[in-house]
């Protein structure tokens, strides 16, 4: 496992415009949040990415990073259906499923979830999105 990791290092993928508007460099640490969870890993710029997207190929395991700030995630009590709020750590996995909703019934924004392509709205910043203004 330690040999494919190296071999296939996790990144987000992204445009190089769109890396620029946030003054991202190749190889800068990055993080990619949303209101599900937050991943920081290396930025890989590519103009094979569309402007305004990013990618987190599938398949990384989570690993939470004991030394950052946790993020603040939503969640709907499937019980009650009322939303709380919960911190969590930061992965440094990049683990891609914390950033889609497992529970697309309830929530139809993130339904595409259920394809094989993954997708959801997302930031990417160079700073904690705790420190974003």
Not at 19 to 38: F, P, S, T, W
Not at 61 to 81: C, S
Not at 111 to 117: G, H, K, R, S, V
Request: charged share 30%; hydrophobic share 35%.
């Amino acid at each position: 496992t330690a040999m494919v990791k190296d071999q296939f290092p996790r990144t987000a993928k992204m445009n190089p415009a769109t890396a620029a508007e946030r003054g991202i460099k190749d190889g800068d640490l990055v993080y990619v949040y949303n209101d599900r969870g937050c991943t920081k890993v290396p930025a890989e710029l590519t103009q094979q990415m569309l402007p305004g997207f990013v990618s987190l190929e599938h398949g990384a395991w989570y690993r939470k990073d004991e030394r950052e700030k946790t993020h603040t995630i939503y969640l709907r009590n499937r019980v009650t259906g009322i939303w709380e709020t919960r911190e969590v750590p930061v992965d440094i996995g990049g683990a891609d499923n914390l950033l889609t909703d497992d529970d697309n019934m309830l929530d139809s924004v993130f339904a595409c979830q259920t394809l094989a392509a993954q997708t959801g709205p997302c930031e990417v910043s160079k700073v904690h999105p705790k420190d974003v203004r």
